[in-house]
């Protein structure tokens, strides 16, 4: 088991960690979490200690891919890890964001539709000896997710202490919800000739 591998690993635990932290009933066996509030918003220190976690998670992402390729050390076996990481880190705290209320559930149900559709069309272009390659209107679309995520985990700081109202956390949410259409019709129109090919 390579580096990459290894923090692909380490990426999915700490995705079941995030998910354990935000879904447990801690108040039933006694425990809590303080909440702050600074300038008139009420910070969950629950949140904050999820976020700072999916920010380590998020760029050990980064960083195993840099490695493999780096040092040559992709492998299928890893490919396969960081995708199911990618989709345990991500789609589950979307779920629990909207379950909590803090997304509209449209968000999710969108994210989540497309990397089905897209993660199905890589497959049939595999099967046919094709690769399908990122395209730029979907690592927007990750770039804005990400951010918009974790700022949602620190409650909108430090845009909501300007005062304005501006909601930045989910204008870049529903603005990765944008991209994401997008890119999911994108990736269908650059790849619709293998898709209904009759080639094996």
């Given at each position: ?22 879904l ?18 009420a ?11 999916f ?20 492998t ?14 991500v ?40 690769v399908v ?39 870049f ?28």
């Open positions: 088991m390579n580096l990459p591998t290894k923090l692909t690993i380490v990426r999915i635990i700490m995705a079941i960690m995030i998910i354990i932290l935000m447990f009933p801690f108040y039933e066996v006694g425990l809590t979490f303080p909440e702050y509030i600074i300038s008139g918003v910070i969950s220190s629950k949140y904050i200690i999820a976020g700072i976690l920010m380590i998670a998020s760029f050990t992402d980064f960083l195993d891919g840099y490695i493999a390729r780096r040092d040559n050390l992709v299928d076996t890893g490919k396969m890890l960081d995708a199911i990481a990618d989709k345990i880190l789609n589950s705290v979307l779920i629990i964001f909207a379950a909590d209320q803090r997304i509209n559930a449209i968000v999710p149900v969108i994210i989540i539709l497309r990397d089905i559709v897209v993660n199905a069309i890589k497959m049939e272009a595999a099967s046919k000896g094709k390659a990122a395209i730029k209107s979907g690592k927007i679309k990750t770039a804005s997710l990400m951010i918009g995520m974790v700022l949602i985990f620190a409650s909108n700081l430090p845009f909501e202490l300007i005062g304005s109202g501006i909601r930045v956390d989910l204008f949410m529903y603005f990765a919800t944008i991209m994401s259409l997008i890119s999911l019709y994108e990736y269908f129109n650059l790849n619709k000739k293998i898709i209904f090919s009759n080639e094996k």
